[in-house]
């Protein structure tokens, strides 16, 4: 056994609900010519992999960090269900305080459900992690004991890859809350910045900077919490931190009337608060170009979407944020580089690096995809809970690694397969924190990574410490570009999880 093997055991030995920093060993990144990141939808690590063999799963969790507490800090004698009126829903029994399977009885539903989707917001998601103690999931969660419901995995087509390549199980999504922020920390390591937000989108805070509970708000052994959220987008200093539109087409706010059928309507529209002002901070695509690195970000459904979104404002729309006659349901809020004034309509740069779903697979059949590679799904492909299933993504996601795997560039490509955030279920595993571990914005709740590659170890779990910075630092490294200043310090940089000479 060679001693990075060794190592890795090590580390591995060391682990548990404590972070593993990654062993500072040179290792040559040159061999690495294609970097593709996959990034599908709102699921924590206990929630798909929690039964992984020799994974930190649920076994390892402490009854501590099983048990859910009411906003009071008492344990709740139970764990219900909230339906869309707040109070318990008929249709799920009332269940013990503990993570319980949802593919068995009582509950007994399938993966390849349409299920609930918990709220998964900034505020939300650090009061539920609370202060690492992973206890009030319940307790601040529009569905209640929903939350700590999981799957036994092992029928997932991913499940497969995983045991074959590397599965990361110390994993965090780089900031607290939604898939807006997440996509964000995806490619800038920041949070976008809207100071002059108006104040019906700022979050109301109570003195302990929690969002401020209504008077009423009930206790969580009798229904969901009264949150006065008002829109809570943008934090009272000005950044935005919670689902909002692009100021670019496809957004969720049409194009304003008489104005330009490529922008968004500035003042808004009905259910939706104003566009975010476009953005001008660094991101990976930037550093990438600076060095003339090739790179795209590819979103299923961009083409179709597009031209959704630059009809007039009185058409109605068939393909951003819906579901009606078959349609893809293109997300608006996660494709993060239309919010960046850089890739506004008509550039050069938007017309270079934002390519439609269909361009990644002729460009992986013909061995042409750039050397970093991002892939959005489109929304009934990202496992969402809400408006699509687990095994709709998994099965298209798994394909995808099957074509990847016969392109010319197979080689020498790492492919990362990851989730954008835990959509508000429940992990065992406290986030790490402190200087150089974490920040303001994050890391929050641990999820899935799969790193596949013909220099991923194989078999292996890699208990290293990462989160979503974690893929910029690799890419920075090999790319020796110019760092972004967001990236965490002690996160490693997924090389715990390659296998180069």
Same mark, same amino acid.
């Given at each position: 056994?060679?001693?990075?093997?060794?190592?890795?055991?090590?580390?591995?030995?060391?682990?548990?609900?404590?972070?593993?920093?990654?062993?500072?060993?040179?290792?040559?990144?040159?061999?690495?010519?294609?970097?593709?990141?996959?990034?599908?939808?709102?699921?924590?690590?206990?929630?798909?992999?929690?039964?992984?063999?020799?994974?930190?799963?649920?076994?390892?969790?402490?009854?501590?960090?099983?048990?859910?507490?009411?906003?009071?800090?008492?344990?709740?004698?139970?764990?219900?269900?909230?339906?869309?009126?707040?109070?318990?829903?008929?249709?799920?029994?009332?269940?013990?305080?503990?993570?319980?399977?949802?593919?068995?009885?009582?509950?007994?539903?399938?993966?390849?459900?349409?299920?609930?989707?918990?709220?998964?917001?900034?505020?939300?998601?650090?009061?539920?992690?609370?202060?690492?103690?992973?206890?009030?999931?319940?307790?601040? *969660?529009?569905? =209640?004991?929903?939350?700590?419901? +999981?799957?036994? $995995?092992? #029928?997932?087509? !991913?499940?497969?890859?995983? @045991?074959?390549?590397?599965?990361?199980?110390?994993?965090?999504?780089?900031?607290?809350?939604?898939?807006?922020?997440?996509?964000?920390?995806?490619?800038?390591?920041?949070?976008?910045?809207?100071?002059?937000?108006?104040?019906?989108?700022?979050?109301?805070?109570?003195?302990?900077?929690?969002?401020?509970?209504?008077?009423?708000?009930?206790?969580?052994?009798?229904?969901?919490?009264?949150?006065?959220?008002?829109?809570?987008?943008?934090?009272?200093?000005?950044?935005?931190?919670?689902?909002?539109?692009?100021?670019?087409?496809?957004?969720?706010?049409?194009?304003?009337?008489?104005?330009?059928?490529?922008?968004?309507?500035?003042?808004?529209?009905?259910?939706?608060?104003?566009?975010?002002?476009?953005?001008?901070?660094?991101?990976?695509?930037?550093?990438? *170009?600076?060095? =003339?690195?090739?790179?795209?970000? +590819?979103?299923? $459904?961009? #083409?179709?979407? !597009?031209?959704?979104?630059? @009809?007039?404002?009185?058409?109605?729309?068939?393909?951003?944020?819906?579901?009606?006659?078959?349609?893809?349901?293109?997300?608006?809020?996660?494709?993060?580089?239309?919010?960046?004034?850089?890739?506004?309509?008509?550039?050069?740069?938007?017309?270079?690096?934002?390519?439609?779903?269909?361009?990644?697979?002729?460009?992986?059949?013909?061995?042409?995809?750039?050397?970093?590679?991002?892939?959005?799904?489109?929304?009934?492909?990202?496992?969402?809970?809400?408006?699509?299933?687990?095994?709709?993504?998994?099965?298209?996601?798994?394909?995808?690694?099957?074509?990847?795997?016969?392109?010319?560039?197979?080689?020498?490509?790492?492919?990362?397969?990851?989730?954008?955030?835990?959509?508000?279920?429940?992990?065992?595993?406290?986030?790490?924190?402190?200087?150089?571990?974490?920040?303001?914005?994050?890391?929050?709740?641990?999820?899935?990574?799969?790193?596949?590659?013909?220099?991923?170890?194989?078999?292996?779990?890699?208990?290293?410490?990462?989160?979503?910075?974690?893929?910029?630092?690799?890419?920075?490294?090999?790319?020796?570009?110019?760092?972004?200043?967001?990236?965490?310090?002690?996160?490693?940089?997924?090389?715990?999880?390659?296998?180069?000479?």
């Amino acid at each position: 056994m060679n001693s990075r093997r060794l190592l890795a055991l090590a580390g591995a030995l060391l682990s548990g609900a404590a972070a593993v920093p990654q062993t500072a060993l040179a290792i040559d990144l040159s061999k690495i010519e294609t970097i593709v990141v996959i990034y599908a939808e709102n699921r924590s690590f206990d929630h798909l992999y929690g039964l992984f063999p020799g994974a930190n799963g649920i076994a390892n969790a402490a009854s501590e960090q099983k048990t859910q507490r009411d906003h009071d800090g008492s344990i709740l004698p139970s764990l219900r269900v909230w339906g869309a009126d707040g109070k318990p829903d008929p249709n799920f029994p009332k269940l013990p305080n503990e993570p319980f399977r949802i593919d068995r009885p009582p509950v007994d539903k399938r993966a390849d459900q349409v299920l609930i989707s918990p709220i998964h917001a900034y505020y939300h998601s650090i009061e539920q992690i609370n202060g690492g103690r992973n206890d009030m999931f319940a307790a601040v *969660s529009n569905v =209640g004991g929903w939350t700590m419901g +999981y799957f036994d $995995g092992s #029928n997932m087509k !991913l499940w497969q890859w995983a @045991k074959q390549y590397t599965l990361a199980d110390n994993f965090f999504m780089g900031a607290f809350g939604g898939s807006y922020l997440n996509h964000q920390w995806l490619i800038c390591a920041c949070t976008p910045v809207f100071k002059d937000a108006p104040p019906g989108m700022r979050a109301a805070l109570d003195k302990d900077g929690k969002l401020a509970k209504d008077a009423n708000s009930p206790s969580a052994r009798e229904g969901a919490v009264h949150m006065r959220t008002g829109g809570a987008q943008v934090t009272p200093d000005g950044y935005s931190v919670n689902t909002t539109q692009p100021p670019y087409q496809p957004s969720g706010v049409p194009p304003a009337p008489g104005g330009s059928l490529k922008l968004a309507d500035p003042k808004g529209a009905p259910r939706m608060a104003e566009p975010l002002p476009p953005q001008t901070a660094k991101t990976i695509g930037d550093t990438l *170009s600076a060095k =003339g690195v090739s790179w795209a970000w +590819y979103a299923g $459904g961009w #083409n179709a979407a !597009l031209a959704d979104g630059t @009809k007039p404002s009185s058409e109605k729309r068939s393909v951003i944020y819906t579901r009606a006659n078959g349609a893809v349901n293109f997300q608006p809020h996660h494709q993060p580089f239309n919010y960046y004034l850089r890739y506004a309509p008509g550039t050069a740069e938007r017309a270079q690096h934002l390519k439609d779903g269909e361009d990644l697979m002729r460009d992986i059949a013909a061995g042409t995809l750039p050397k970093v590679t991002l892939y959005k799904p489109v929304g009934i492909l990202t496992q969402h809970p809400a408006y699509t299933d687990i095994m709709s993504g998994d099965a298209h996601i798994a394909e995808l690694l099957e074509k990847l795997t016969k392109s010319p560039q197979w080689e020498r490509m790492v492919v990362i397969v990851t989730y954008d955030e835990n959509g508000g279920f429940w992990d065992h595993v406290p986030p790490p924190s402190g200087a150089g571990w974490g920040d303001r914005w994050g890391p929050a709740t641990r999820i899935p990574a799969l790193i596949v590659s013909p220099f991923a170890k194989r078999g292996f779990i890699d208990h290293t410490a990462y989160d979503t910075t974690s893929i910029l630092k690799l890419i920075t490294k090999r790319f020796d570009l110019e760092p972004l200043p967001g990236v965490r310090e002690k996160m490693g940089d997924l090389t715990g999880a390659l296998d180069l000479p």
